[in-house]
């Protein structure tokens, strides 16, 4: 897919919006959604990137703007958008209140509904736009069963999340980009987190080029 002219938009949490690169608070120009506008001369990056935010509808939804889930803000995005690229699912993991659910459920109260609503969603808003999905990126603890430590209750490792977000994205015949399995992030080999993602979570500068790398190849190739 030749990319120069396409209208993209960005949903997902902080690594979308950009939290961990030198200019977060700045221009916010070394985040990857902006590094691919530059490099394939894109006509609008909208990026709908917000910290902590989830997939998933919380158990109690506050006023905080990261408890807007991704279900409810992929209505409000640009609807001449020609791509849309969804990269989320490890705030589910780490601090989210919804529970896993089934395959069968389709509401945005469990993971498993919140990603058939979310993709159903998005193929009905850009019926004639590509719909592409990310898996989430390995992280540091990503086995432990209470997420980030603020889980109260016992959940499922991330894999459990990245498998789920495969398997829909397979029923929808999305496209999807595994980071998971080829990222090139892997925060238990101390050179590629000190390098990539020193906090164990959340791309640098240079591993925002790499996820500007990855995404963009992948959408060429579509």
Known sequence: MKLEGKIINFLGDSITEGYGTSDFEGAQEKRYSHLIAEKYGLKRANNYGVCGSRIARQQVVTDNLYDRDFCMRCHEMDPEADIVVVLGGTNDYG???????????????????????????LIERYPDGRIVFATPLHRLDEDNPHGDGQKSWEGRPLRDYVNIIRRVAEYYSVALLDLYAAGGFQQEVPVLRERYMPDGLHPNDAGHRILADRIGRFLESL
Request: hydrophobic residues 30%; contains cysteine.
């Open 95 to 121: 601090h989210g209140t919804a529970f896993i659910g089934r395959f069968e459920d389709r509401t945005p109260e469990t993971f498993y509904g919140a990603c058939h609503y979310l993709m159903r969603s």
